[in-house]
Nanobody, 126 residues
């Protein structure tokens, strides 16, 4: 089992930045990790994913150029640096981990992941 704990959410103004963290514990081997978000009244949405070995990344178009996903293997921690935040970024952000080994493009869907965190709220005021 892998336990994932997110942190770093909060209330900010449009244009501000936040950095989310996701720390894994337990059997921490993962091939890919990702960030998803769910806004009120909407379905869960892909944000970004990273291949743990090598660090290849992919992003949703809506965050490309503003968000950066990264990881520090020694800390079993993944990050999401969010810059130029917009009110439409308001959502609960979830991190996820996978143990399969497909191509990076596979990991844009929630079904690709085996473990999920509890989520952290990000609210962006206009």
């Amino acid at each position: 089992q892998v336990q994932l704990v997110e942190s770093g959410g909060g209330l900010v103004q449009a244009g501000d930045s936040l950095r989310l963290s996701c720390t894994a514990s337990g059997r921490t081997f993962s091939t890919y990790m990702g960030w998803f978000r769910r806004a009120p009244g909407k379905e869960r949405e892909f944000v970004a994913a990273i291949r743990w070995s090598g660090g290849s990344t992919t992003y949703a178009d809506s965050v490309l150029g503003r968000f950066t996903i990264s990881r520090v293997s020694a800390k079993n921690t993944m990050y999401l640096q969010m810059n130029s935040l917009k009110p439409e970024d308001t959502a609960v952000y979830y991190c996820a981990a996978a143990r399969t080994g497909y191509s990076l493009s596979y990991y844009v869907t929630p079904n690709a992941y085996d473990y999920w965190g509890q989520g952290t709220q990000v609210t962006v005021s206009s």
